[in-house]
Every structure is written in C-alpha cells, then in structure tokens.
C-alpha cells in the first residue's frame, strides 16, 4: 500500500472544543432553564456520567475494531487498480461520498435488528444535550460493510477514517436544545440540531427519520425526511430505565439471543435477526383470519419497541414508520 496520507486527528485536536461546549451548555441551563418542569430538558447527573461512560468505553473498543477492518479495508485497496488523488481538491468530494454512504448505514442501522443492536445505544438516553453526542456504542463492527464501494473506488483507508471523523465531530454540536431553528438555506441543505432533535425523538410521526450526517438532503431525496412540528420525546418508545453502561452496550443483544432461543424454525431466527427490530413471525391458528393468523404486535408507530420471547415488550429495537424504509435501503 502506497504511505499513509498525513491528515490531521480531527477528533483528537476537537476534544478541548467538546469541553468547553459541554461546559457551557451546563451553565447556560444553570443561568437560564428555557422549560424548567420539563422532564426531558437540560442535563441529569447519571444520564450524563452514563454518556461520558460510553463514550470513554468506545475509543477502547473502536481500536480493537478497526484492527480487523483495516485488515479488510487495505485488501481491498490493494486489489482495486483504481486510486483517488489526495489532493484539497478531491477532499470536498470524498467528504461528500463519505456522508452519502454514511446516510445508509445509518438508516440500515434503524431497519436491521442485528445492526440496531449496535446503533441503539446512542438512543437510549432520554435527555437530548452534548453529552448524548458521546453516548457511543461498544460494538461497532457493523458498519465497515457500506463503505467498501469507496476502497473499491480507490479512496484510501486512512482517507476514510479521515473523512468519518470530520463526520463525527460535525455531529457533535447538533445534539443541543439550545439552538433552535437556523435560517431556511441552512436547513435546506445541512443537518442542523432541529433535524438532529428530530431523529432522536420517540414519537412515531419522528421515528426513524433524518438520517443524515452532515447533509439533510440525503433525506430530502430519499424521502425519510421530517420537520421539527412538535416539541420532541427522546429516547425509545420503552426506555431501558439503567444507567448501567454494559447494560446499555448490550441490552438488545441479550432481548436477541432471548428471541432466537425462543425461534420455532430458522425464518423465524433470521426475521429476528436481519428484518426490523418491531418485526413478529406469523404463527399458525386453527382457523385462517387475521385474529389466529398474527401474534398481535406493536403498531407502526411504535417501531422503537421490540416484543421479546416472553411477550413482554421492550425498548430494544426501532423500525420503519410509514412506507418501509428497509426496502429502500436494501436497493
């Protein structure tokens, strides 16, 4: 392989900024509560360590992780004849296909149970401030598959991982209330804390929407876009109710492995697995019908829930509301 590109750490020289940022939204709840009696508004001491907590678990597991996807990554680089130029010119666009790609693997991450037992972390807090914004998960393996067109394409690993990272850090600032709505051209085109506070909420009108990293147009063109029209409810649709960072790391994979002992036959364990996380089998009744035909499940709206084997529903998984998403995604 070719030397590795000398791109700056991005993440590395942000963290001081994140700092401060996180400092003075603190204080500026502390100086001027905007809904002093609303239970979702400003920060909560064990909701924030518990962010902090995955945040600092997820750099220690994300450099086990990238040893076998560099692995993969600089096969496939070295296979293809085809190179991208590390020039500032070509930056922009790589950026650009970065966040494209990026827009799918975070809507796969909502519509395949399997990857939503990863994603699902970020959501599980029920407060919506810069701390949730480092509320990580520790399992992130999932999402190397949707960036291989890009090494195959010629970009290299390091151009990747470069262009990930300015992803990451932009998404920082938009996890605030503090921001309200930006002029039109702004959230026309780019992701903004309104579109950010959207993506979070639980209501099934907001569920699964805005997928986008940096751009919202990706959601405009591919129609998962919705607009901040209520006040938002953050979280899942059943919270988890733990501060306990391995149990949140790791919740919706333990409501899986409940599920596929539970499976009747192997197309009810890959529905559990790879279909989306509200999915329920068909069970066979005496009479056809829809009342013996369904086990009855959650409605459409309320996608963020998963019934477990035991019938008890929890807040382990999300999935599509109205037209589904998964059938796109999947094109």
């Not at 750099?59 to 086990?64: P, R, S, Y």
């Not at 990554?73 to 190179?83: D, E, K, Q, W």
């Not at 999932?142 to 290299?156: D, E, K, Q, R, S």
Request: glycine share 8%; aromatic share 12%; net charge neutral.
């Amino acid at each position: 392989m070719p030397s590795v590109p000398n791109l700056p750490d991005v993440v590395l020289w942000s963290i001081p900024a994140f700092l401060l940022l996180t400092v003075l939204e603190m204080v500026s709840y502390r100086l001027r509560p905007e809904e002093p009696d609303s239970p979702v508004a400003g920060y909560e001491t064990k909701d924030a360590a518990t962010s902090l907590s995955m945040g600092l678990g997820s750099l220690f597991f994300d450099a086990l992780w990238k040893i076998p996807i560099v692995a993969i990554y600089s096969a496939v680089y070295g296979l293809t004849p085809l190179r991208i130029p590390v020039e500032w010119w070509t930056l922009l666009p790589m950026l650009l296909a970065q966040d494209f790609f990026y827009y799918w693997s975070h809507r796969g991450h909502h519509v395949i149970r399997i990857l939503w037992a990863c994603h699902v972390v970020h959501h599980s807090s029920r407060k919506f401030n810069l701390t949730t914004a480092l509320r990580q998960p520790w399992t992130s393996l999932t999402g190397w598959p949707f960036y291989l067109p890009l090494i195959a394409l010629g970009m290299h690993p390091a151009v990747l991982a470069f262009c990930h990272s300015v992803n990451l850090v932009y998404q920082f600032w938009i996890h605030t209330e503090r921001i309200g709505r930006l002029p039109g051209p702004v959230e026309a085109v780019f992701n903004t804390p309104s579109h950010h506070r959207v993506h979070h909420a639980s209501q099934g009108s907001y569920l699964d929407r805005n997928f986008g990293g940096i751009l919202i147009v990706w959601d405009r063109l591919f129609g998962s876009f919705a607009p901040e029209t209520e006040p938002c409810v953050y979280g899942l649709t059943k919270n988890i109710d733990t501060y306990n960072p391995l149990r949140v790391a790791t919740h919706e994979y333990a409501a899986i492995a409940r599920d596929l002992r539970a499976a009747r036959d192997w197309r009810e364990a890959a529905g559990r697995l790879f279909r989306g996380p509200g999915w329920q089998p068909r069970v066979p009744g005496p009479a056809p019908g829809p009342a013996a035909s369904a086990v009855p499940g959650p409605p459409r709206g309320a996608s963020r829930t998963a019934v477990t084997a035991e019938g008890a529903v929890t807040a382990e998984g999300a999935g599509p509301v109205g037209p589904d998403p998964s059938a796109s995604a999947a094109s």
